[in-house]
């Protein structure tokens, strides 16, 4: 993402708010701000922002129907930043068209990574140019529909190789159950999360044999309650100053 990229950050909370935009402005970011719907609408019909940070809790109109207006005009990158910490608050923002979300209080360096995460998959740079996607030493190629692992091929069942492929495919984001088991079973099988729970370990399990390891489970993490997300683990990085609101 360039340095030079419109944010628009919509937050009641004025503390937090310009937290967040001094915070971004010293990355390089250019910056607006909302306290509400009205003003968000309003900064977004004047400079269509290159990504969206939302409270779900603003005082005019629920963060959730804010992300459908915004989601029926452009599919601009929208992360959720909330104290909500029930799991249907997540699951409604993220089905509404929300990228991820991040609950308060979080770290500004954990902020920066998922601005990033989402920014790369949008823009399609974690696929090769002849479509090939890669986590770490797992590549998985479409046209050959092959999976390997450094270069040994792993044998997956097609539901397996499916679930991968959607999961990899959306590398950084965070993708809830109901999401996975539409793209990967179909619509009637939403509710179906026993299909997840028990593909996903077989996934993890076979990848692990071929190589990958003990991080497989953070390459391939729960979001407890919500889904998963799939990204490279996590380095070593300083403490950044956590956010609240």
């Known amino acids: 993402m360039s340095p030079s990229a419109w944010l628009l950050v919509i937050e009641d909370d004025e503390p937090t708010r310009r937290s967040l935009r001094t915070y971004l ?11 509400s719907a009205g003003e968000a609408l309003r900064a977004w019909d004047a400079r269509r922002p290159d990504l969206v940070l939302l409270d ?18 452009a599919a601009t990158p929208i992360i959720i930043l909330s ?6 608050d997540k699951i409604a923002g993220l089905e509404a068209g929300a990228d991820d979300y991040l609950s308060k209080p979080f770290s500004l360096g954990e902020l920066e990574a998922r601005i990033h995460a989402v920014m790369r998959r949008l823009g399609g740079s974690d696929a090769a140019p002849d479509g090939r996607l890669s986590l770490g030493p797992i590549a998985l190629d479409p046209v050959l529909r092959a999976v390997t692992v450094d270069g040994t091929p792993v044998h997956l069942s097609p539901r397996e190789y499916e679930l991968l492929k959607v999961l990899l495919t959306n590398r950084g ?10 793209a990967v079973w179909g619509p009637e099988y939403a509710d179906a999360r026993e299909y997840l729970h028990v593909y996903v370990g077989r996934l993890r399990h076979k990848l692990s044999e071929a190589g990958v390891g003990p991080t497989i489970d953070e390459m391939i993490a ?7 997300r799939v990204a490279e683990p996590k380095a070593a990085t300083a403490a950044s100053q956590p956010t609240e609101g």
């Not at 104290?83 to 249907?88: F, I």
């Open 25 to 35: 402005v010293r990355r390089g970011y250019r910056v607006d701000e909302a306290a």
């Open 173 to 182: 984001r965070l993708v809830t159950r109901e999401r996975l088991l539409r």
């Open 83 to 88: 104290a909500r910490g029930e799991e249907r």
């Open 56 to 73: 779900l809790g603003l005082p005019d109109l629920d963060g959730v129907d804010l992300i459908r207006r915004i989601r029926r005009a």
């Open 222 to 228: 729960t979001e407890t309650g919500i889904g998963y």
